[in-house]
């Protein structure tokens, strides 16, 4: 099937409404995230209605079902700090495509798994207490490393079949309909904070980058004086913005978090605290982000690390929320 896109929007696929987007944009590449959650309904939720700084254009659930939440000329909120050949700040000209998947489960001493949000899950997909389960077992997917993980097992789920049957349509259907797509990325290769692994092991992404070279051969081919008018308008507005901002601000919190690695992980989304049990602070933090801890009080712990806006975070949290990054 062949997806076609018109005004930003790709037609015939389901579209949910949000209101976390930023102004318009000209699409010069593509993120490809995963969602480390377990149901397309879930994640949709998150990205488009809930309160959690977090949007995106696609999200593509693990059955191939396609949903749109914000146009592809729309700047939604995916990236966080971010940098890739001389683009700091991906959300301002990337679009993100968030597919439904798990990421990684950590392997348990009794044989279970533990999810990014600490859940646990029996080889064969059944929650541990309660009555859900995964599309697919873990027992069954792959166990890979990752630099970015602590020492231990960890299984990665796998794309499915009709996921990036979809996948291909629609990054196809946006190479076709933005010509000023360069660049196909994944969320790890261009989080400068150094602790995203989406998309992980599981996706070839060789199979994205030939998609890009097949179509600037077919370029260069088909017609040779197209590309005065798609030279000019490219040239300013990508080495404008990009040179001025990046230089000072992004070294900072680049080195920090290499340096001296985190002590802590959050397991959660949720918003610090001012005190220990006190009022709700507008800073938050998500499920995986590395956080320091300053000073622990009982069950309490002061932590500080970076958020998706590059800000540095600090606040109080739950101690039971946030596991040790050996
Ligand atoms: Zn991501």
């Not at 070279?213 to 017609?223: C, G, I, K, L, P």
């Not at 040179?243 to 985190?262: G, T, V």
Request: glycine share 8%.
């Amino acid at each position: 099937m062949t997806l076609k896109i018109k005004n930003g929007w790709v037609e015939g696929v389901r579209r949910v409404k949000t209101n976390k987007m930023g102004g318009d944009m000209v699409p010069k590449g593509i993120v490809l995230h995963y969602t480390a959650g377990w149901t397309t309904q879930g994640d949709v939720a998150t990205l488009s209605t809930s309160d959690r700084k977090a949007s995106v254009q696609f999200v593509l659930g693990r059955d191939g079902e396609l949903i749109q939440i914000i146009p592809c000329d729309r700047v939604a909120w995916h990236a966080g700090p971010s940098k890739y050949k001389g683009f700091t700040g991906l959300n301002n000209s990337f679009i993100g495509v968030e597919i439904c998947n798990a990421g990684w489960v950590k392997k348990l001493s009794n044989g279970n798994y533990l999810d990014q949000y600490s859940q646990e899950i029996k080889p064969d997909g059944r929650f541990v207490g309660n009555d859900r389960t995964t599309f697919s077992p873990p027992g069954g997917w792959h166990h890979m490393y990752h630099p970015r993980l602590a020492k231990g097992t960890y299984a990665w789920e796998p794309y499915y079949p009709a996921q990036l049957d979809k996948l291909d349509e629609l990054v196809a259907a946006l190479l076709k309909a933005y010509p000023t797509i360069k660049h196909i990325v994944t969320h790890e290769e261009i989080d400068t904070r150094g602790w995203k692994t989406d998309t992980g092991p599981m996706l070839n992404m060789r199979r994205y980058t030939k998609l890009l070279e097949d179509r600037s051969a077919d370029v260069a081919e088909e017609v040779t004086p197209e590309k005065a008018p798609e030279k000019a308008p490219e040239k300013a507005p990508e080495k404008a913005p990009e040179k001025a901002p990046e230089k000072a601000p992004e070294k900072a919190p680049e080195k920090a978090p290499e340096k001296a690695p985190s002590s802590y992980v959050s397991r959660v989304w949720l918003r610090l605290r001012e005190t220990p049990n006190g009022n709700i602070k507008d800073a938050q933090v998500e499920p995986g982000m590395a956080l320091q801890a300053k000073q622990v009080d009982g069950n309490w712990a002061l932590v500080y690390g970076t958020d998706d806006d590059g800000q540095e975070v600090t606040g109080w949290i739950r101690a039971e929320h946030l596991r040790k990054d050996t």
